[in-house]
């Protein structure tokens, strides 16, 4: 072998270990990179799994508010059959409490996908406001 071929073959040598180390330096750099992004995950699904129990124990404590007033709606009918004058006031309250629950129930999901706040009024009708900021949302396109 003659000293031009040597020096190649030195050349290559040289070139081949700066890119094993180059390589090992990447590797390690996205070896880091995919434990930090598995414990990103890992917290998320632990995020998750909180949120749903949190869901899940909230739309339980709006049915059990439901079938209360549902109740009482029963009991309302048959106790007050003389007295219908106020008796129809009240049963028309009930209902809209029954229906406003009905409707939390139904939008427990937008609640928190679209980050609107819960809503601290009463009755559906006097949720203009409210009806306001989801328009806002959902014209800027979230």
Not at 69 to 90: A, D, F, S, Y
């Amino acid at each position: 072998m003659g000293t031009q071929e040597y020096r190649m073959l030195q050349q290559l040598d040289r070139e081949v270990d700066w890119m094993c180390k180059n390589c090992k330096a990447k590797i390690k750099n996205l070896k880091a990179e995919n434990l930090k992004l598995r414990d990103e995950v890992v917290a998320l699904r632990l995020e998750n799994d909180d949120l749903k129990k949190m869901l899940n124990d909230r739309i339980i404590n709006l049915e059990k508010k439901v079938e209360c007033l549902e109740k009482k709606n029963i009991n309302i009918n048959n106790t007050g059959k003389g007295n219908g004058e106020g008796l129809n006031e009240v049963v028309e309250k009930v209902l809209e409490v029954v229906q406003e629950e009905e409707e939390k129930k139904a939008r427990i999901n937008n609640l928190v996908i679209y980050e609107v706040e819960e809503s601290q009024k009463e009755y559906g009708k006097e949720r203009e406001e409210d009806k306001d900021k989801c328009t806002e949302i959902f014209e800027r396109g979230v």
